[in-house]
């Protein structure tokens, strides 16, 4: 029998939003990337912002808190502190405040071992205030909740790429634009309607990482994300939040550089395509039925739209929430002791091609340090037995959606998988979540190829396999399809 029903994924809450400016002071430690020459930011591309979301489920009126910061990551310890602050602040439990980052790599760079750099200093005072200032947030995001409807829709755009690149000059993996290799191009929008139809906030979620801006650029900035923000809000009138998916393997196709109207364009390119997914959405509480044929120069085969059946209708206000903790596979990595020597090795050959002036040399020796710098970190947060790490998933199910919260750097596959095992949810995954370990996942066929994920994770073959298998067991016990 012939398809006489179109309808789009939708769900029911109560929600509260609120926003804040958290654009760090210029002259704070800036370099995030190995190669860069500067320590300190000179001044600022555009604002960073900090955004609550507080989802109220129905029945049962628990509060869940997504918030959502402009900024690249923060090492466990301040990012612990962080989730404190806003827990103690609001009185919320830990396991229902989730943060997640952008992950521009140009907001500046946190990490506690670069307190005694050239706008170091700056770091402390920043994340006490930030700490204080998101709990009051949250508090706002709750005093604004209000019934909602959300509608939920699927758009395209190919600014991101696959960026595990083969030099075969050089034989060796770089990370950079490939061209052989496919990437998810899906734009996932959700419009936030109050119940008399006004538009509330636009969601955008989309897998690229925000590397536009690289080692030459200076200026704190939120990398494309902050271009689409204002592509949106200006043609909505209304708050418009990016929630970065599933992006391990993909950046964006033309990044890596130093002038920010680069980073300007990428983020109108996603805009642009995320109002044409807004455009494409159905009317809230509404589905597209066939109303029969019209005789015309042909016949015509008519669809409208109608209010949604009361069966699915009691569906679209279900709230379902799950917390879980994973414990997943471990890489072999070095210990602190072979770190330390590595350290010490390559701290001495820069102090050697300084001397000489060597300053290629130098440069290259001051990145290779910064990669040994983020190693002991990783090895820092491992579980002392180093036989497992733990990983955190939070899903929230609202009505025919699932908001798939997760820890690190999933590959796209991930949220691939999911959409085609569950076509009529709409599957929202966000990444660099607050809870277990972080790093890179890769596919299990995608490790010992010396690719840079690898080297930058701590969770080995076989991890994101059984993160899928453990949120696809969870989405079936809900009835998802």
Known sequence: MSQRVISMPAGRCELGFARIDITPPAGIYHRSWGAAKHDASTGVHRELTASALVFTAPETKAEHALVSLELGWLQAGDLQRLSDAISTGTSLPADRVVITFSHTHAAGNYDPDRLLFEGGSL????????????????EKARSAVQPVDLAFGYGRCDLARNRDFWDDENRLYACGTNPDRSADDTVAVTRVSDRGGRLVLTLVNYSCHPTTLAWDNTLISPDYPGAMREVVEKETGAPCVFLLGASGDLGPRYGFVGETEAADRNGRQLGYAALSAMEA???DGTEMRYDGPVISGATIGVWRHGPVDAERSQRLGAFDDAVMTLNLPLLDLPTQTELDRQLAEWTSREETARREGQDREAADCRARIERVKRAMRRVETLP????????????WRIGESVFVLVSGEPYN??????????????????????RGTGGYLLPRDDYGKGLYQEEAAAIGPGGLEAVAGAITTRLEAWGLK
């Open 384 to 395: 002392p037995d180093r036989k497992a790490a733990p990983y955190g998933v939070t899903l």
């Open 413 to 434: 596959v991930l949220q691939r998988e999911l959409r085609a095992r569950f076509p009529a949810t709409a599957i929202v995954v966000v990444v660099l979540c607050n």
């Open 281 to 283: 959405l159905l009317p």
């Open 123 to 138: 770091i402390p005072g920043y994340l006490d205030d930030l700490g204080a200032r998101l709990a009051c947030l949250v």
